[in-house]
């Protein structure tokens, strides 16, 4: 004689398997979902730890004024070959008889003021000078190289690496230009000759 389930059983039993199958069917579809996403590491700071030194990226690339102060002007210009007589006579420097035509500019301000560097480079000659009134040169790479005339106060010798905007000097006085009294003559040369420095002033070395 068959023993029969009572009908509670029978559906205790049916409820039993029916959470198993669809807890076995979560367990599956999570443990493939698990499986095809990509491991990530967590971290629990920031990406950049600002307490690490970054490095500072300057281009100096655009060619400045050699001077920082706005009540600056110019006081003898660059012998331009296509000026005017009357600009080119002013462009003139007279010097123990003789007139010479001048290869650089002249700033002055009434009074001494910084001298600043006009790009990166390297200080290749710091030498006195009575006439000049000391002259600091310096090599921009790329074929530039900048000279500044009337200078005192030098804080950079040869061979000291500057950047642009940094301070190299004062201006003073020379006895090539007393009638200019304290002032800085800049001169300008690319690949070899001086130009005109305020045709230059804001430009980038690449347009050179």
Known sequence: MKRQLKKSVVYGLYATSFTLLVGGIAVLGFATKKASEPEYEYVSKGILD??????????????????????????????????????????????????????????????????????DGIVT????????????????????????????????KSGDSVVGGQVIARSSTSNISTELNNHLYFELIINGICVNPEVYYDKSVNEI
């Open 125 to 156: 000659d710091v030498k006195e000078d009575t006439t000049l009134g000391n002259v600091i040169t310096i090599d921009h790479k790329n074929g530039i190289t900048s000279v500044y005339q009337s200078v005192t106060d030098i804080v950079v």
């Open 50 to 119: 600002y307490e690490e030194k970054v490095p500072v990226v300057t281009t100096g690339n655009t060619i400045l004024r050699p001077y920082n102060d706005s009540n600056i002007t110019l006081v003898k210009s660059y012998y331009d070959y296509k000026a005017e007589a009357e600009s080119q006579e002013k462009s003139l420097i007279f010097y123990e008889g003789t007139y010479m035509q001048s290869s650089g500019s002249a700033y002055s301000k009434g009074e001494a003021f910084d001298v600043v560097s006009i790009l």
